[in-house]
């Protein structure tokens, strides 16, 4: 009776405490509000820029040869325009279109990176393990080092593994069996770095992957990432092998050559597959465009995805630094620079006015194919051409360009959260003459030995003086839930302020800057 009762009680104490944290937790979700979009016109605004859209792609297809082109606008999470050129099968004359299903090579990598991913969500797998755990061929792989860390999960997901850039050599293993593949690495790799140093890129990395879904799903990695994305998404005419396909639905690949389409043969599919190997449609891909669009912003609805909302978002990020384009141009031939990562099978960057991308090309013999979205924007595209390494980077970012320009779209915008709103209240009243700012509990215990309330006061009064009297206080711009900044607007001129609070709760302001900014 005694442990019964011992129990009890530690069994109320742990329902306490777990209802208190949910609680605490329910508080957080409650007062958090997502970044939104502020235009309800959109999709409208968008529309007037289709025709322009349509042009730059047509324009592409004439210009380089290719013998079709398919292409998909998605906003949102919705394919909102989408069209074809050309030819999918340029001796039966079978036109491209939105159904047309054509190899979009290493755009499938993301796709895997997906699916390892949802294994490490399920606690099958950890990102950090070493490969060899899962492809114990690797045991006796030779580093260039002594001192080299052994080559990650995490390592063959971001090209950080130390293996040379295997273009195009890559391209030609896709149908190699499994066998083919574990010969090749047990006969020794040859490494161009240690892993975890520098960023190269690696079909033989995600060949390796493949390998590893394919071990800890217990199915080939084909069926785990149909079973498992594909087919929850409805991509339903999605396929790994073209002999599967409708020959009125496949795109066959050509090559320009001697001013003619040279038929490349098509090859099957096999252990390199996931690097390369998918097979599919504008409609069927822009569901996955979709989800990766849902993922933002972090919110506390329902999260229906294939895999968590979280997961999707780590994915975008740039887990390895590829480049720095100093004089890169926009579709305006404007020098915007642009820094560029890897993520997870994914591609980033980031240009010179903040503004950034995620997606990935692809290019096999008889195809190139390429997808990019503006996560802040809600907006994405996506082309197919079945001509070899058809570059369509050039042609989605003007096709980006050109809709952000002329639909003046604008990214979500963060609402001010209660606390920052809070904050500002308390300190515009305090201002010029800080009367009573240290007695007002507003501020961080490191705010005044940093600075003293005398030089502040000073600081401030002086800029007031300059700028005249106070007409209006400007909207609180926030940068995140605890950082941001707003206008005083005075007769002459203007003070922008900005603080930032601590991680305490409640926050308080530990930092405060205030300087003097001409009137627009």
Known sequence: MKHLLLYLSLLATCTTFAQT????????ITTYQPPVFTDADQLKKLEAAFPIVEKLYKDAAEKRHFPGLAFGVVMNGKLVYSGGFGFTNVAKKIPANTK???????MTKSLTSMAILKLRDEG???LDDPAEQYISELKTHKYLTADAPRITVRNLMTHSAGFPE???????????????????IKDGISNSNVPSFAYEYSNLGFAMLGRIITVVSGKPYQQYITENILKPLGMNDTQWEYTKIPAE??????????NDWLEEPLLHDGSWGAMGGLITSIEDFSKYV???????PPRSDADNGPVKRSSVREMQQPWTFSGLFAQARNAAGQVCPVASGYGYGLGWSENCKGQKGVGH???LPGFGSQWRILPDYGIGVIAYANLTYAGLGSVNTAVLDTLVALAKLQPRQLPVSTILAQRKAELVKL??????AEQSGIFAENFFPDRSVAIRRKQVQDLYAKVGSIRSVGELIPENQLRGHFLLEGEKGNIDVFFTLTPENPALIQQLDFREVSKQ
């Open 21 to 28: 944290a949910s609680n605490r937790n329910v508080a957080h």
């Open 100 to 106: 047309s299903l054509f190899r979009i090579a290493s």
């Open 124 to 126: 099958k797998l950890r």
């Open 166 to 184: 295997d273009n195009p050599w890559g391209d030609r293993q896709l149908a190699d069996s499994d066998a083919d593949l574990l010969k090749l």
């Open 249 to 258: 639905k496949l795109a066959l690949g050509y090559r320009w050559q001697d």
């Open 290 to 296: 979709a989800v990766h669009e849902s993922a933002w």
């Open 361 to 363: 090309s692809g290019g």
């Open 431 to 436: 201002l010029p003459d800080w009367t009573n």
